[in-house]
């Protein structure tokens, strides 16, 4: 399957700070998703986004699919220490279909 | 959603050994898996898609006789890794497709071939 591009590739921020992260493909997706997967866990899902320009939250997570349904961005809001984690962003082109994740974004919060 | 459960959660095995990796959906019928693969500091790779009653579609570079996946139930999909290498070691993940479409993950097993 395509990877996505994502970035920044790794954070190392203070308790508090708002963070942003997002996926670019070359191709079209029908749904994306964020998920934060911690060491010697698998992934676990915080948002799917299922429209062009739709915008998610859930809690201190905010998400948006892009309008040209190529791009996705995520921020975290007032970071702290739990939110450490590799987040990784997730297209996938049809229903039924498998995903296509990207690189993942390593985040380190400091107290 | 979907609970999804994956065992054995770690295993280390003997080069030249065959190891199976159990993906269950708990409380959803799952017609389709899919078995991914993370080497350290990387990515998900998707392996194959696991149909129910049908054999298993792999992605190009996986070896169907190396890495044999078995989906006899609704709820139950297996990924045998047939004499393991130490090339094998890796994290295998399975996820099963929810009634909302969503992919839900298991929480993998770290395979370590000596």
């Known amino acids: 399957g395509q990877q996505l591009n994502q970035s920044p590739q790794s954070m190392f921020i203070q308790e508090g700070e708002d963070v942003s992260m997002n996926c670019t493909s070359s191709?079209?997706?029908?749904?994306w998703l964020w998920y934060k997967q911690d060491p010697g866990e698998g992934p676990v899902l915080l948002i799917a986004l299922y429209k062009a320009g739709e915008l998610t939250s859930n809690g201190r997570l905010t998400a948006q699919f892009g309008i040209t349904r190529k791009d996705s961005f995520l921020n975290i809001s007032a970071s702290i220490p739990s939110d450490v984690g590799i987040y990784f962003c997730a297209g996938q082109s049809n229903s039924g279909y498998a995903l296509n994740f990207g690189k993942g974004t390593s985040l380190l919060v400091t107290p | 959603g979907a609970v999804v459960s994956q065992h054995p959660s770690r295993v280390i095995c003997k080069s030249g050994t065959s190891v199976k990796i159990e993906c269950r959906s708990l409380?959803?019928?799952?017609?389709?898996m899919f078995w991914y693969r993370q080497f350290p500091k990387q990515s998900l790779m998707l392996m194959a898609t696991s149909n129910e009653g049908s054999k298993a579609t792999y992605e190009q570079g996986v070896e169907k006789d190396k890495f044999l996946i078995n989906h006899a139930s609704l709820t139950l999909s297996t990924l045998t890794v047939t004499s393991a290498h130490p090339e094998d070691s890796s994290f295998y993940i399975c996820?099963?497709?929810?009634?909302?479409?969503?992919?839900?993950f298991g929480s993998g097993t770290q395979l370590s071939v000596l």
């Open positions: 409380d959803f019928q799952a017609t389709t």
């Open positions: 996820s099963v497709r929810g009634r909302d479409e969503k992919l839900f």
């Open positions: 191709s079209i997706f029908n749904t």
